[in-house]
């Protein structure tokens, strides 16, 4: 089987269940975007980060295939996905990994930068990208469900706790922000 079919260069893709859109189309975009937290994500798991925190990522990126699949189905053909959707359930699953985590951190006293480790680094860009997910997501809105929304919510705040949990298993500091004097 070849990986190239030619049918999208005239700038359109299929969504599952038939039905054609433009490329720069806004579902296409956030199911595009989505992708991308994904690959991100994907990224941050080759660095040395704790076995707790891979693994809740390894959960995450099985979440997020899914909720691409959700954003990339004609919304009329959702039965046809025969899959178990992002529900309320895992966003819940993210809180308890939120306070799992920060538990066990010094409770912060400034705001944080992007930095430390390396896979603190890259857990902040996934973070990045998860708050572009989510407002690539809402542009598609009212068309997808709030559940998807709540979902790339806590994940962006999930994956800030992971990388300060990732930075103390490294027993590096997280970067403060600390202003220049005027």
């Not at 969504?15 to 054609?20: N, S, T, Y």
């Not at 859109?21 to 994904?38: C, H, I, M, Q, W």
């Not at 490294?170 to 202003?179: F, I, K, L, M």
Request: with cysteine.
């Amino acid at each position: 089987m070849k990986i190239y079919t030619k049918t999208g260069d005239d700038g359109t893709t299929g969504l599952f269940g038939g039905a054609r859109v433009a490329k720069n189309d806004p579902r296409v975009e956030a199911y595009g975007t989505v992708d991308e937290l994904n690959a991100s994500i994907g990224f941050a798991r080759t660095q040395s980060l704790p076995a707790s925190v891979d693994g809740a990522l390894a959960r995450v990126q099985v979440d997020l295939f899914t909720l691409g699949a959700e954003l990339a189905c004609v919304p009329a053909k959702m039965e046809a996905l025969k899959m178990q959707l992002v529900a309320d359930a895992d966003a819940r699953r993210l809180e308890e990994a939120i306070d799992h985590h920060e538990a066990l951190l010094p409770p912060l006293k400034n705001f944080v930068l992007p930095g430390g480790t390396t896979g603190a680094a890259a857990l902040h860009v996934a973070r990045t990208i998860a708050r572009r997910a989510e407002r690539a997501v809402l542009s598609v809105s009212p068309a997808v469900r709030s559940e998807l929304v709540v979902y790339l919510n806590r994940l962006s705040d999930a994956l800030f706790v992971l990388a300060r949990a990732a930075n103390q298993h490294a027993s590096v500091a997280d970067v403060a922000w600390v202003p220049h004097p005027r």
